[in-house]
């Protein structure tokens, strides 16, 4: 049976075109998952919570929603819920928590040693979002 699209508002999650990265819980997985399932979100306009839950219900597999399922019902009955909150709790249960450190390390010691510049930028911007910053370190000339 097909959905009657004139009637759903735009950011309607349609069952047909669902496609989000699946998850096992992998916790060495799960900060390149995170950038692929936010990149899917925006790109399928999941954009209220209700509708990010669910996309995540269908992401997770099995035993990584386990961890984390009555969490995230909690969390969409509360009326003040944002998404930042969905992602603190997605942060807590499958974050290596000596992922950040080891990105920060490997990111003091980076450098360019004659390769071209855009791998060097590449793999320093890489790394500084895998650390949890946002901007170029100011030592960085570019």
């Known amino acids: 049976m097909d959905i009657d699209q004139s009637q759903e508002s735009p950011n309607a999650l349609q069952p047909q075109s669902l496609q989000f990265p699946s998850f096992n819980g992998n916790k060495g997985k799960y900060c390149i998952w995170k950038q692929c399932m936010v990149a ?3 790109l399928q306009r999941c954009t209220k919570l209700e509708d990010m839950i669910l ?11 386990k961890g984390v399922g ?6 969409e009955k509360k009326p003040k819920a944002m998404t930042k909150d969905v ?8 974050e290596d928590p000596f992922h950040r450190a080891q990105a920060s390390e490997k ?3 980076v450098q360019q040693c004659g390769r071209p510049l855009d791998d060097y930028i590449a793999e320093y911007s890489d790394l500084l979002q895998q650390a949890g910053g946002e901007d170029y370190h100011e030592d960085v000339k570019i």
Request: without cysteine; hydrophobic residues 50%.
């Open 107 to 109: 990111l003091e010691n």
């Open 87 to 94: 992602w603190e709790i997605l942060d807590k249960r499958f």
């Open 40 to 42: 899917a979100l925006n």
């Open 70 to 75: 009555q969490d995230l019902e909690k969390l």
């Open 55 to 65: 996309a995540l219900q269908i992401a997770l597999v099995e035993e990584a929603n």
